[in-house]
């Protein structure tokens, strides 16, 4: 599978993993920045903004899509970053193919299962009648019975592409993500540990890492730091300079 990306900067190569109804585009700020100190590939994962759609979608399949485009570029040894979804791809990388990953950095997740935290956002999305909408307003108003909160609506239309007849559709393939929501739930597991350097990021206003994840972190990832950001969960958005910072010290440090 031919992923899309964009890069910026030279270096030692290092790739970015966006989100669940992320996309590259979601992390260019932050990208730019670390393009002073490294080579960023921002990259669209599949069923994603740009890159291509397939029926199936799980962490085993993510991963070894890293792991082709690594090959691709001919890579032989990256940083991979990843957010959310991104970051248990990044730690099946890592766990998977320990030799392609030097130093790696999870932001705003831990390996263990999660419960149904989008539930009602797929139900939304779902239930739009694209067809019907001849505008970003209509589809903002439309979302916004079932999704209050106008940060989310904006992120999540970040998906929105024009057809040739000017409508719309959806750049993400909505039907499989819908459908295989719950491979996205599954945890992340091995039986060999990861023993490079590892940095997770854990934002103060969410969730996603509580204490009860710290013993599966030190586990998998024996040489773990925790660092705490005052965001919520999309800290690359809330706080992309902090981000950049803790980023670039943790990575060139000796």
């Known amino acids: 599978m031919q992923l899309n990306y964009q890069s910026y900067g030279d270096g030692f190569p290092l790739i970015i993993l966006h989100g669940l ?25 599949r069923n994603h903004g740009r ?5 199936e979608l799980n962490y085993g399949l993510l991963a070894d899509d890293i792991r082709d485009f690594i ?9 991979l970053l990843g957010h959310s979804m991104g970051g248990k791809v990044a730690m099946t990388v890592a766990l998977k193919y320990p030799e392609l990953v030097a130093r790696l950095i ?13 539930d009602s956002i797929l139900g939304a999305l779902t239930s739009l009648d694209l067809s019907s909408l001849a505008s970003r307003q ?30 719309f559709r959806w750049k993400m393939n909505l039907s499989v993500i819908s459908s295989k929501y719950q491979e996205i739930l ?6 060999t540990p990861f023993s490079n350097p590892t940095l997770f990021v854990r934002s103060k206003k969410s969730s996603y890492i509580g204490e009860m994840d710290l013993s599966d972190i030190k586990r998998l990832f024996p040489h773990s730091t925790i660092v705490d950001f005052e965001t919520g969960h999309w800290v690359h958005a809330e706080a992309p300079g902090q981000l950049t910072n803790t980023v670039t010290e943790f990575l060139l440090q000796e």
């Open 186 to 191: 599954k945890e992340v597991d091995s039986n």
């Open 71 to 79: 090959v691709q570029h001919l890579i032989s040894s990256c940083f």
């Open 21 to 45: 109804f992320g996309m590259l585009d979601n992390w260019h700020t932050v990208g730019k920045m670390l393009g002073e100190h490294f080579q960023v590939f921002l990259v669209d994962q």
């Open 51 to 55: 890159s291509p759609h397939s029926a």
């Open 106 to 118: 999870v932001v705003d997740i831990a390996p263990r299962s999660y419960p149904s935290f989008h």
């Open 138 to 167: 209509a589809i903002d108003d439309a979302l916004s019975v079932r999704i209050q909160e106008a940060p989310v609506r904006q992120f999540l239309m970040k998906n929105l592409a024009r057809n040739e007849d000017g409508s």
